[in-house]
């Protein structure tokens, strides 16, 4: 399965800030997506990344908030705009490969907290 | 949509003993069940699938088995171990979805205990 490496691991952040964090696969894939874990949660979708196209978003997230950016077949970006207290979470990128459909690999998760 | 309820929150057992999770769901057209083992400060990584068409499915000491009629799937492990202590969680894919959504239950800290 693909190997995922996530930037940063984690930050502190101020209030009102934004901030990036990067995914890079080891192999091409077609499709990539970002998941949030709030504090002691479960992990939620946020959107899902296809290289030449636009993210598509689920239900409760906005691209304003949550803009994404899918340059090539290997990486991703996305980032938490006018970041509040309420945004401190795993920020978690994963792709599908391996042994079929819907088998997800995550990376290791960015830690973001806003103060 | 799909809902996912995961029970216990936590579990806590003695080493050598079983652990049992069990999770149900809501959409009996889903059709595709993974369970994760989340260690602190790691991502969630696969440990075992199982697919609406088969009822068991087993891996050394973790097996999984879901009942389509009642909707609901667990997680067995047997033996456990201290490094089997981390977060469990099992997910459903909801119908018609894109291939990369999954719907997770809440998870499940496991503690065991030497």
């Known amino acids: 399965s693909a190997v995922i490496s996530q930037k940063p691991s984690r930050d502190i952040c101020q209030r009102g800030t934004s901030l990036t964090i990067q995914c890079q696969v080891d192999s091409q894939v077609t499709m990539m997506f970002w998941y949030r874990q709030q504090p002691g949660q479960s992990l939620t979708l946020i959107a899902t990344?296809?290289?030449?196209?636009?993210?598509?978003?689920e239900s409760g997230f906005v691209i304003d908030k949550f803009p994404i950016s899918r340059p090539n077949l290997t990486f991703s970006t996305l980032t938490v705009s006018n970041m509040s207290p309420e945004d401190s979470s795993i920020y978690l990128c994963?792709?599908?490969?391996?042994?079929?459909?819907?088998?997800?690999?995550f990376g290791a998760g960015s830690r973001l907290t806003v103060l | 949509g799909e809902n996912v309820e995961q029970h216990p929150s936590t579990l806590s057992v003695q080493e050598g003993d079983s652990a049992v999770i069990k999770c149900t769901y809501s959409d009996s057209a889903s059709n595709y069940f993974p369970w994760y083992k989340q260690e602190l400060g790691k991502g969630p990584q696969l440990i075992i699938d199982i697919r609406s068409n088969v009822g068991e499915k087993k891996d050394q000491r973790i097996a999984v088995t879901l009942n389509k009629t009642a909707k609901h799937f667990s997680l067995h492990i047997t033996e456990t171990q201290p490094e089997d202590s981390a977060v469990y969680f099992c997910?459903?894919?909801?119908?018609?979805?894109?291939?990369?959504?999954?719907?997770f239950g809440q998870g499940t800290t496991l503690q065991v205990k030497p």
């Open positions: 994963s792709t599908t490969g391996g042994s079929g459909a819907n088998v997800l690999t």
């Open positions: 990344a296809n290289q030449g196209s636009e993210a598509t978003y």
């Open positions: 997910a459903a894919n909801p119908p018609s979805s894109n291939t990369g959504k999954l719907i």
